[in-house]
């Protein structure tokens, strides 16, 4: 009785632990310089690209946790980082390393085209 106790509890857990941590204005620059490689998926709800992305990037997670960090942006959130990086299409994947740009997407990727663009960084 105690193991499926156990078992529920993993399970019940589990949605959290596979969603990309959501970011804002207030945490995005301290989110980026807090890990070595961060990958932002600036999204928005009303986005019809961005509801296709999202179980990709989701996938695309659960492979590459341990070596990139995954976060959303819900651009509708504003914030001048949005004019900063120019983020003009959605949805948008940018990619940073050590706290800087180094490369992004501005594309609807499965989680395989993700990860593979992925691996040529890390």
């Not at 589990?14 to 980026?32: D, L, R």
């Not at 989701?58 to 341990?66: C, R, T």
């Not at 299409?89 to 992004?104: A, H, S």
Request: aromatic share 16%.
């Amino acid at each position: 009785m105690e193991k499926l106790l156990s078992y529920i509890l993993l399970f019940s857990l589990f949605p959290f632990v596979i969603y990309a941590h959501s970011i804002g204005p207030s945490n995005f620059y301290k989110t980026i310089h807090s890990h070595k490689m961060v990958l932002v998926k600036f999204w928005a709800p009303w986005c019809i690209g961005c509801a296709i992305l999202k179980p990709e990037y989701e996938k695309a997670k659960k492979k590459a946790f341990k070596k990139v960090f995954f976060a959303e942006y819900n651009t509708d959130s504003g914030g001048k980082i949005l004019d900063k990086l120019r983020i003009e299409t959605l949805p948008t994947l940018v990619l940073f390393k050590n706290g800087k740009e180094i490369d992004r997407k501005s594309t609807i990727l499965n989680s395989q085209e993700i990860l593979h663009w992925l691996k040529k960084y890390y």
